[in-house]
């Protein structure tokens, strides 16, 4: 048997099981190896009831004498209750609240290990376990793979119980011939990393005198060999993609004084000293020949537009077209207006490509854009599928790249010489995971915001008391601001977001302000219709804007200083942080004031972090665990591979070690032979996982 065979030649695999394994992943032997426990169980520890001392944690191993149901109209507090004895003639007692689910699972006469920890129910003057785990012994054969050591717990797979996972892994592993460690001998040397094989049953199987904690924490030499592992493999690939990017034909853009000058003349304040340390890494990509791949990254808010607009000027005083893409078209427009508000005066021409124009306008627009009369083109990221010809393109902007697929699609523009990318971000994510996601990527942060903030008095209110919100609204519009109310999110249906969004429209307009001018903004109005809001509420016209998330990312009105966000609870923490972002942009206290109606306990920790901080990388981390990295950057789409073994919140430091391990070790490989063996083994046993990794 190799890591290769098929699972159903393991013994005790027939058809049914595979298939239930198969939900699992698993296919073959090294699936199964790599289906790691989620946590173990310290059975080492197996007393008899009559040595139980309350307070400590212990495995019992009982027959079960009886057990009872006790009713309650509550359902909280039916009790379910074991009693069981061991040959030390003691019982004991276990007991489970909610428990009515073991009735059919916990039965008179089992053979049954019990672990949790020990209490002396003074109530009943007995020895108890509340809500232990239990396992039921009906195999005695493998008994000493279940009991007197550390256990690995499994997820069960449908029928298939950790117990009889455990099993398998364990036959797994016996029959398994040897095989080659495919990690570079010099580098798990240095490390001291365990051989494969040793960290797999390891893994599995503790050694007797293991800690627990350690285990529980993923933490041992076996562990970290395995979690390093995939790291390393994964962040191979793409340093030699980062290799390759590197090599390819850019542009050198000059630093030119007729660059700075403009730059000074159309700055409308001063840069932050982060903004001018990012737009220096910008610049010095720029004026080298191999074509930038940066990203910049910076809470909302702190001013990463001014920073395109910059990097903008110094790729046209070289002569070279800009292109600049948004993910929506509302923020599209958004950036036409600052960029023409700031570019044309200077003499630079401004055109904005969306899908709503005619195509007679359209025709008329890619003609300026493939003649090189229009020098900065802005549109959705639809410009890049477009059959849009440039004359000289010199430099792409992506804005708000929440949606990680764009890049792949970006090599559409880079026929011929590549232009530069500058990416533009506002969710935070911590630095190793940016760089991994990212791939790539080289990362610049602004982590600072524009002097004179303040921070944003962030609230939470019942949606009974919405009346009373209404005022203070109607108190800070009478005082010359505007505000925001943006309505509830609807994942199954745009349709219904947009009639809920029209229906607090129509009561906000004709009942609550009558008196006020009220606008409404979504994504189903035509272009010509949206620009006629958005230009409104930015010349302070339009007072209360009622809108879809559409204004989620990007739009900049500094007068703005209300946002009332309705039925909070249905957002995402992320989403709502961004909300939030469309005020406090100006000098004047700004508010937002979560409506909330029955929430969850995850929603309520969602509302109380936002109420607490206002720190982008602390309410992403906060995200992250509540949701998963899975969910949170929704891994399909991010093209992130799915790990086996690592984690990518838990094991956040194993990372970084491995980015730097796999950079150094592509630099500077042992041996070519190594090195040439190493990038085999990504490419047969890893590139179909990180699907993202073009490796060589
Ligand atoms: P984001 O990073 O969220 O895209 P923006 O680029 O929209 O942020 O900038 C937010 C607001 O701050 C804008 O109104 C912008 O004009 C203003 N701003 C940016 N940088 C500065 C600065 N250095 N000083 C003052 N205001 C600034
Ligand atoms: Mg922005």
Do not use: W
């Given at each position: 048997m190799n890591l290769d065979t098929d699972i159903t030649y393991l013994k005790g695999v027939g058809p049914q099981r595979a298939s239930l394994l198969k939900t699992k992943g698993i296919s073959t032997v090294e699936d199964l190896l790599y289906y790691m426990p989620f946590r173990y169980e310290d059975r080492s520890n197996v007393k008899p009831i009559a040595k139980l001392a309350p307070g400590e944690t212990a495995t019992v191993v009982v027959t079960i004498s009886g057990t009872q149901l006790f009713r309650s109209r509550q359902r909280a507090a039916r009790l379910f209750e074991v009693r069981a004895m061991d040959e030390s003639g003691r019982p004991l007692v276990c007991k489970w609240f909610r428990g009515d689910y073991l009735q059919s699972i916990l039965r008179q006469g089992q053979r049954v290990a019990f672990y949790g920890k020990v209490e002396w129910d003074s109530y009943s003057q007995e020895l108890s376990l509340f809500h232990p785990e239990y396992e039921i012994l009906d195999d005695e054969s493998e008994a000493n793979l279940h009991l007197g050591r550390i256990v690995p717990i499994y997820e069960a797979a449908g029928r298939l119980n950790t117990r009889v996972l455990r099993s398998f892994v364990h036959r797994a592993l016996d029959a398994l011939r040897e095989y080659a460690d495919p990690l570079p001998e010099s580098l798990r040397r240095r490390l001291g990393l365990p051989l494969l094989d040793q960290a797999l049953l390891e893994t599995h199987f503790p050694p007797p005198g293991s800690d627990l904690a350690p285990l529980n924490a993923f933490r041992t030499p076996a562990q970290f060999r395995l979690i390093f592992e995939e790291f390393f493999y994964l962040e191979c690939g793409l340093a030699l993609k980062r290799r390759k990017a590197r090599s390819a034909d850019g542009i050198a853009f000059g630093l030119v004084d007729s660059a700075r000058r403009q730059i000074k003349r159309i700055l409308p304040f001063k840069?932050?000293?982060?903004?001018?340390?990012?737009?220096?890494?910008?610049?010095?990509?720029?004026?080298?020949?191999?074509?930038?791949?940066?990203?910049?990254?910076?809470?909302?808010?702190?001013?990463?537009?001014?920073?395109?607009?910059?990097?903008?000027?110094?790729?046209?005083?070289?002569?070279?077209?800009?292109?600049?893409?948004?993910?929506?078209?509302?923020?599209?427009?958004?950036?036409?207006?600052?960029?023409?508000?700031?570019?044309?005066?200077?003499?630079?021409?401004?055109?904005?490509?969306?899908?709503?124009?005619t195509s007679r306008e359209k025709t008329k627009l890619k003609r300026m854009v493939a003649e090189g009369v229009a020098h900065v083109v802005i549109g959705?990221?639809?410009?890049?599928?477009?059959?849009?010809?440039?004359?000289?393109?010199?430099?792409?902007?992506?804005?708000?790249?929440?949606?990680?697929?764009?890049?792949?699609?970006?090599?559409?523009?880079?026929?011929?010489?590549?232009?530069?990318?500058?990416?533009?971000?506002?969710?935070?994510?911590?630095?190793?995971?940016?760089?991994?996601?990212?791939?790539?990527?080289?990362?610049?942060?602004?982590?600072?915001?524009?002097?004179?903030?303040?921070?944003?008095?962030?609230?939470?209110?019942?949606?009974?008391?919405a009346a009373r919100v209404y005022r203070f609204v109607r108190r800070e519009v009478e005082?010359?601001?505007?505000?925001?109310?943006?309505?509830?999110?609807?994942?199954?249906?745009?349709?219904?977001?947009?009639?809920?969004?029209?229906?607090?429209?129509?009561?906000?307009?004709?009942?609550?302000?009558?008196?006020?001018?009220?606008?409404?903004?979504?994504?189903?109005?035509?272009?010509?219709?949206?620009?006629?809001?958005?230009?409104?509420?930015?010349?302070?016209?339009?007072?209360?804007?009622?809108?879809?998330?559409?204004?989620?990312?990007?739009?900049?009105?500094?007068?703005?200083?209300?946002?009332?966000?309705?039925?909070?609870?249905?957002?995402?923490?992320?989403?709502?942080?961004?909300?939030?972002?469309?005020?406090?942009?100006?000098?004047?206290?700004?508010?937002?004031?979560?409506?909330?109606?029955?929430?969850?306990?995850?929603?309520?920790?969602?509302?109380?972090?936002?109420?607490?901080?206002?720190?982008?990388?602390?309410?992403?981390?906060?995200?992250?665990?509540?949701?998963?990295?899975?969910?949170f950057f929704g891994t399909r789409q991010s093209g992130l591979p799915a790990f086996r073994v690592a984690n990518l919140v838990r094991d956040r430091e194993t990372l970084g070690i491995a980015r730097s391990e796999a950079t150094a070790y592509i630099e500077n490989p042992s041996s070519e032979k190594e090195m040439r063996r190493l990038v085999t083994h990504i490419r047969e046993r890893w590139q179909r996982r990180y699907g993202l990794v073009q490796v060589g």
């Open positions: 840069p932050t000293a982060a903004q001018k340390r990012v737009l220096k890494d910008i610049a010095t990509d720029m004026s080298h020949p191999a074509p930038m791949n940066r990203l910049l990254q910076g809470d909302v808010g702190s001013g990463k537009t001014i920073v395109a607009v910059e990097a903008a000027v110094i790729a046209l005083e070289n002569d070279y077209q800009v292109a600049v893409m948004a993910p929506t078209e509302i923020l599209a427009t958004q950036h036409y207006l600052y960029f023409k508000h700031l570019l044309e005066p200077v003499g630079y021409v401004v055109v904005c490509l969306t899908g709503s124009l959705t990221h639809a410009l890049i599928s477009k059959d849009v010809e440039f004359r000289n393109l010199g430099l792409i902007v992506v804005d708000e790249q929440q949606r990680f697929g764009v890049m792949q699609r970006l090599d559409l523009l880079r026929k011929g010489k590549h232009p530069d990318v500058l990416v533009m971000t506002a969710t935070p994510i911590p630095r190793t995971l940016a760089l991994t996601l990212y791939g790539d990527l080289d990362v610049s942060t602004i982590d600072e915001l524009p002097p004179g903030r303040r921070p944003i008095v962030t609230q939470q209110a019942r949606q009974s008391e005082a010359g601001r505007q505000a925001y109310v943006v309505c509830p999110m609807i994942e199954e249906s745009e349709t219904k977001a947009v009639q809920a969004a029209q229906e607090v429209f129509a009561h906000l307009s004709k009942i609550v302000f009558p008196d006020l001018k009220v606008g409404l903004l979504h994504g189903r109005l035509k272009t010509p219709e949206k620009e006629a809001v958005m230009e409104g509420f930015n010349n302070g016209e339009v007072q209360i804007m009622v809108s879809t998330t559409v204004v989620e990312v990007g739009v900049d009105v500094p007068n703005a200083t209300v946002m009332v966000v309705e039925q909070a609870e249905g957002f995402g923490l992320a989403q709502l942080h961004q909300l939030r972002g469309r005020v406090g942009r100006g000098a004047e206290q700004s508010y937002c004031i979560l409506l909330t109606g029955r929430l969850s306990d995850i929603a309520k920790q969602r509302i109380s972090t936002l109420v607490k901080t206002q720190d982008g990388l602390r309410i992403a981390d906060t995200d992250l665990q509540l949701r998963g990295p899975g969910e």
